[in-house]
């Protein structure tokens, strides 16, 4: 599902030879990193996984090394609030952009939950599954194999982390929760389970659509990432974490869905107030 908001993308401006440099100075140590954390995550688990199963007691670390490395090459600040979730249970957050895998991964050990299409694209499925991503598709004749699998994995430690819109955005709204996937964590095998919703603000560069780091609609991965390489002067992310919903305080899936999508709506309109407030300080000073 892809969601075709209004209004359509912005045009990307045209690329100039200044621009194909910072693609170059960016993009090959980028390029590199990513294919160094996995070539090392591959090698790791050749030992890891006859010893660990499911477990994976040092490969996240390398996710998360790889992804604190990406900030630093793209020049992109993040900037994390709120305490994360210490024990069993699972995260859920707003889908902006392909950018939410880094700005995530970076903060926490987790595994992404991902539409099956991803593990087939060329180099991106390779991540994700050497990082444990878990894969599904989304039809209901397939929602008892996908219930067994969540729980498999809750079992053994891991923490999942899935968008329950369904879909990114332009990264100005939070769309409504389907509450399918929330199932799990009411299967009555589980110990006390708790879900934190997690909250993406994005802040596009000065000069910039507040919808830049955006990724929606008819937009191709290509281009998009070669606009981020280009960029003179990035902006920053907000990961902003909220107290954890025990999955016992709700009555079923629906309710929790709802509970976890107040929270990153007010989180996303507490970002776009603060930001508001930066700018216009910063026209007063």
């Not at 991540?127 to 079992?155: H, K, S, Y």
């Not at 110990?191 to 802040?203: D, G």
């Not at 869905?257 to 300080?281: D, Q, W």
Request: net charge positive; charged share 20%; proline share 9%.
């Amino acid at each position: 599902m892809t969601w075709d908001g209004a209004p359509p993308p912005p045009q990307p401006r045209p690329l100039g030879p200044r621009d194909a440099v910072r693609i170059v100075r960016r993009g090959v140590p980028l390029a590199l990193l990513l294919l160094g954390g996995l070539l090392l995550t591959l090698l790791l688990r050749l030992a890891e996984r006859p010893l660990f199963g499911l477990r994976r007691p040092v490969t996240p670390f390398v996710t998360r090394g790889v992804c604190r490395t990406a900030f630093a090459i793209l020049g992109m600040g993040r900037e994390v609030r709120g305490p994360v979730m210490e024990g069993v249970g699972a995260a859920v957050a707003n889908h902006v952009s392909w950018l939410d895998i880094f700005a995530l991964n970076a903060s926490k050990r987790i595994y992404f939950v991902s539409k099956s299409e991803v593990s087939g694209w060329p180099f991106i499925g390779w991540l994700a599954r050497a990082t444990g991503t878990v894969f599904i598709r989304r039809d209901p004749r397939e929602a008892r194999a996908q219930r067994t699998m969540f729980e498999a994995r809750l079992r053994a430690g891991h923490r999942l982390m899935f968008f329950p819109e369904g879909t990114s955005t332009d990264g100005r709204r939070v769309l409504r929760f389907k509450p399918t996937l929330f199932a799990a964590f009411f299967s009555p095998g589980l110990p006390a389970m708790q879900v934190q919703p997690v909250t993406l603000a994005y802040h596009s560069p000065e000069g910039e659509p507040e919808t830049f780091y955006g990724w929606w609609g008819d937009q191709d991965f290509g281009p998009h990432l070669l606009r981020v390489l280009a960029c003179p002067r990035h902006g920053r992310v907000e990961v902003v974490y909220h107290a954890p919903l025990a999955v016992a305080d709700h009555p079923d899936r629906k309710a929790l869905a709802r509970a976890a999508e107040a929270a990153v709506r007010a989180g996303l309109g507490a970002a776009g107030r603060s930001a508001s407030g930066a700018e216009e300080g910063r026209q007063l000073g």
